[in-house]
């Protein structure tokens, strides 16, 4: 699959184990949700014995082989949406895009980056994964408008950069409109 | 340099196609449905109240790229106009639901900080497919692909050009 490269992937790549993490994080529920089904179905069979006994084996096989073809999908999709994801910290903007089915891009120039901050999850801990989040002043944003998965070193190096550059463009901007004032 | 030129909504028009896109959506969805013996009769009386409105908005839908404001104007009964100043746009959001994608369309919608940026309406589904200013956000629906990362581009040269006095990030 082609990967969406951009100089910033390059240098803050997207770990691949973030694959693994998403397929598992889907997975969980589904596996959950399936266990509680079965160890009811098993436990009221184990009562009423005998015929309705005997189709248990048959329903297990068939509950796992749906989670393995289940999982397989999904880790397969995890791979698409990776390759696919595409982000770059240009001259004026961020641009991050996602998605291989539905593409969704926000562009936020730097000026109006309010917030940085980087997080992880049960499953990312487990992976040692972070997550990059930043928002401009709107609700949506703070939604949409993050890097997900990268490793710690990937982390501290695009933190550091985005809040370089956007000090950097500030303090352009200042000293721009401070040199337009003095001479009005 | 063609700066001279006012770039609106007759350069990067919202496509036909996208009058058609709820009719068409709708006619699928029974056609897959029937497919299962099953048909939505109710959903087909939708069709008149899409084709009357969807053109009507469309043709009251206008915006134009000044130098210092995007102005839109829109409104079929009632009329509305905003100057959105290119300093103060947060972010720029260009997106294609599945049947834009299909069909080569696209989304643009460009955000500011009014309105507490958004926080009393989460974007839904229903609300991508308003056209123009509501809350803080010009939404503009249904444009081909090209148009919409052109008109993309222009807005991003327009926001560069016109930066705010004061910073707007507490960094």
């Excluded at chain 1, 005998?50 to 397969?76: E, H, K």
């Excluded at chain 1, 990059?132 to 695009?158: W, Y």
């Excluded at chain 2, 955000?111 to 507490?116: H, R, S, T, V, Y």
């Amino acid at each position: 699959m082609k990967i969406a490269m951009s100089k910033t992937r390059e240098q803050f790549p997207l770990s691949e184990k973030k694959i693994m993490k998403k397929t598992i994080k889907v997975n969980l529920a589904l596996d959950i949700m399936l266990l509680v089904v079965w160890v009811i179905m098993a436990v009221s069979m184990g009562f009423s014995g005998g015929v309705s006994a005997g189709i248990l084996v048959p329903v297990t096989m068939a509950i796992l082989a749906f989670l393995f073809l289940f999982f397989l999908a999904t880790y397969v999709y995890q791979k698409w949406y990776w390759s696919v994801y595409f982000y770059d910290l240009t001259d004026d903007f961020i641009i991050i895009k996602k998605h291989p089915i539905t593409p969704k891009e926000i562009t936020i120039p730097y000026e109006r980056v309010q917030d940085i901050y980087v997080d992880q999850d049960l499953l990312d801990r487990f992976f040692g994964l972070y997550d990059v989040h930043l928002s401009s002043a709107t609700i949506a944003s703070g939604m949409e408008a993050h890097i997900d998965g990268v490793e710690k070193q990937a982390a501290d190096g695009l933190r550091k950069a985005l809040l370089e550059t956007v000090q950097r463009r500030i303090s352009k901007n200042r000293n721009q409109n401070l040199n337009s004032n003095s001479t009005n | 340099m063609e700066n001279n030129k006012l770039i609106t909504e007759k350069d990067y028009p919202i496509a036909t196609l996208w009058i058609f896109k709820a009719p068409i959506i709708i006619i699928l969805m029974n056609v897959v449905a029937l497919f299962f013996g099953r048909y939505f009769p109710v959903l087909v009386l939708a069709f008149p109240v899409y084709l009357i409105a969807n053109p009507l908005i469309r043709g009251n839908f206008h915006y134009s790229l000044g130098e210092k404001f995007l102005l839109v104007k829109q409104g079929v009964i009632s009329k509305k106009q905003r100057n959105l100043p290119y300093g103060v746009i947060q972010n720029v959001f260009l997106r294609q639901d599945l049947f834009e994608r299909i069909f080569g369309l696209a989304t643009l919608r460009i955000e500011n900080a009014a309105q507490a940026g958004g926080a009393r309406n989460v974007p839904t589904q229903q609300e991508q497919e308003n056209v123009g200013a509501s809350g803080n956000k010009v939404n503009i629906p249904g444009l081909k692909k090209q148009d919409a990362e052109e008109l993309r581009n222009l807005i991003l040269k327009k926001i560069k050009e016109n930066p705010l006095e004061d910073s707007q990030s507490g960094l």
